[in-house]
């Protein structure tokens, strides 16, 4: 079975600042997917980034930016210029690059911008 | 596309009752997920379909959990009967299946059992 890890389950940033959100996962799978999922208080799951394990470039969306570590099995999220409706919980997910397309979820990290 | 369609967005109900949640995945999509949400758990992968068949249920708790995909385009989580342990988001996604898309999520449904 494949884990997902967020070691951090609450964060806060000042507006403007930078934050780094971390997730390490463990799979014996050489190819597969991995993405940062939003959920503001709305609830609503918006999809941040995403992954591909075979591409070494890492993940740019903006003010998101991922730190992609195969070998250490490591994903990390930096926010950029952090905003207000940045504040959200934040999960990380893997997915097996095969006919499953089965979604694992880490516990998430709860990010507070503080104006 | 409207996304991903869950209903009802708000349930209560009556301990021992009956409850249908509904979700009606992106036209196209082939596989579909329900999960729960909980603040003790976090997101639990219930049960998920591909091409409307059941794949893993592992994640249902209870016998009194049940799924099912008609059609392409429908699917229900049905919980019977419900007790208040089952008070959750219950989240429904779709995805397309072999192309390493993401998983788009409806608004979830907040279900409290009193």
């Known amino acids: 079975a494949q884990t997902v890890t967020q070691s951090q389950p609450e964060m806060s940033v000042q507006e403007a600042e930078t934050v780094t959100l971390s997730c390490t996962y463990d799979?014996?799978?050489?190819?597969?997917?991995l993405f940062w999922y939003k959920q503001p208080p709305s609830r609503q799951m918006i999809l941040v980034i995403r992954?591909?394990?075979?591409?070494?470039q890492n993940a740019t969306e903006n003010r998101f930016s991922v730190n992609f570590q195969k070998a250490a099995k490591s994903f990390s999220l930096k926010i950029s210029d952090s905003q207000l409706g940045d504040t959200a919980m934040y999960f990380c997910?893997?997915?097996?690059?095969?006919?499953?397309?089965?979604?694992?979820f880490g516990t998430g990290t709860s990010l507070t911008v503080i104006p | 596309d409207a996304g991903v369609i869950q209903s009802p967005r708000h349930e209560v109900t009556e301990m021992g009752q009956e409850v249908t949640l509904r979700c009606k995945p992106i036209s196209g999509h082939n596989s579909l997920f329900w999960y729960r949400q909980t603040m003790m758990r976090g997101l639990e992968l219930l049960i998920y379909f591909n091409n409307n068949v059941p794949i893993d249920d592992s994640g249902m708790p209870e016998d009194r959990f049940s799924a099912k995909m008609p059609n392409a385009s429908f699917s229900t989580l049905k919980i019977q009967p419900s007790e208040p342990r089952d008070s959750a988001v219950y989240f429904c996604?779709?995805?397309?299946?072999?192309?390493?898309?993401?998983?788009?999520f409806g608004q979830g449904t907040r279900l409290t059992v009193v």
């Open positions: 996604a779709s995805s397309l299946r072999g192309y390493g898309t993401e998983a788009f």
């Open positions: 799979t014996s799978e050489n190819n597969y997917y």
């Open positions: 992954q591909e394990a075979y591409k070494q």
């Open positions: 997910a893997f997915m097996k690059d095969d006919t499953g397309n089965q979604f694992y």
